[in-house]
Nanobody, 126 residues
Framework: QVQLVESGGGSVQTAGSLRLSCGAS????????LAWFRRAPGKKREGVAS????????WYVDSVKGRFTISHDNAKNTLYLQMNNLKPEDTAMYYC???????????????????WGQGTQVTVSS
């Protein structure tokens, strides 16, 4: 069983930056597909970015390309999301997720992920 705990959310102004962290424990697989999702009020959960443990490949939703960077530190078993040039439309609850399956072209589908964190709130004001 994998446990995920997010941290690093907060309130910033437009064009500000935040770094989210997701600490992982448990699990018995050598490689996981890891991802960040977000859910804004009244909207569906959206895949933001994905990578494998070790960060060998990355995927991003178009709206965050060039602004967000996903990475994974194997030694610390921690997933990160560096968010720069934040916009009000980035305001959401952010969740990290993990699966022992491949990331692949459908990395953005929440039903592919078995393990989820509790979420951390990001609020961007104009």
């Amino acid at each position: 069983q994998v446990q995920l705990v997010e941290s690093g959310g907060g309130s910033v102004q437009t064009a500000g930056s935040l770094r989210l962290s997701c600490g992982a424990s448990g699990g018995g697989y050598s490689t996981y597909c890891l991802a960040w999702f977000r859910r804004a009020p009244g909207k569906k959960r959206e895949g933001v970015a994905s990578t494998y443990t070790g960060g060998r490949r990355t995927w991003y939703v178009d709206s965050v390309k060039g602004r967000f960077t996903i990475s994974h530190d194997n030694a610390k078993n921690t997933l990160y999301l560096q968010m720069n040039n934040l916009k009000p439309e980035d305001t959401a609850m952010y969740y990290c997720a993990a699966t022992s399956s491949l990331c692949g072209s459908m990395w953005y589908l929440p039903e592919r992920y078995k393990y989820w964190g509790q979420g951390t709130q990001v609020t961007v004001s104009s």
